[in-house]
């Protein structure tokens, strides 16, 4: 049973830091893409950090970087979202992706989310 569990989220100040964990199990965790998204309330989920299999090639959206690192560890099957500098427009559900393939042969999974929300 393939499961991606979120860990980390939580209220933080503006200006703060947060961690967020992501555990993979019940797939090849090594062999798949691994992203971060976003969903505000009232807005589209979109993507905000990808880390390839082998980690050796990150890209975040432009509102994040400088602010936010994706990292993973293919021995824990974990992947991370480190985030400094939080804004109160960072409020999200984030979500943890596996991806492998495109188009046709996509073969993705998801996991539930887990609250960041930034605000004094």
């Known amino acids: 049973q393939v499961q991606l569990v979120e860990s980390g989220g939580g209220l933080v100040q503006p200006g703060g830091s947060l961690r967020l964990s992501c555990a993979g199990s019940?797939?090849?965790?090594?062999?798949?893409?691994m992203c971060w998204y976003r969903q505000a309330p009232g807005k589209e989920r979109v993507l905000v950090a990808v880390i390839t299999t082998a980690g050796d090639s990150t890209d975040y959206v432009d509102s994040v970087k400088g602010r936010f690192t994706i990292s993973r560890d293919n021995v824990k099957n974990t992947v991370y979202l480190q985030m400094n500098s939080l804004k109160p427009e960072d409020t999200a559900v984030y979500y943890c992706n596996a991806a492998r393939g495109a188009g046709a042969e996509l073969i993705d999974y998801w996991g539930q989310g887990t609250q960041v929300t930034v605000s004094s």
């Open positions: 019940g797939f090849s965790f090594s062999s798949y893409d």
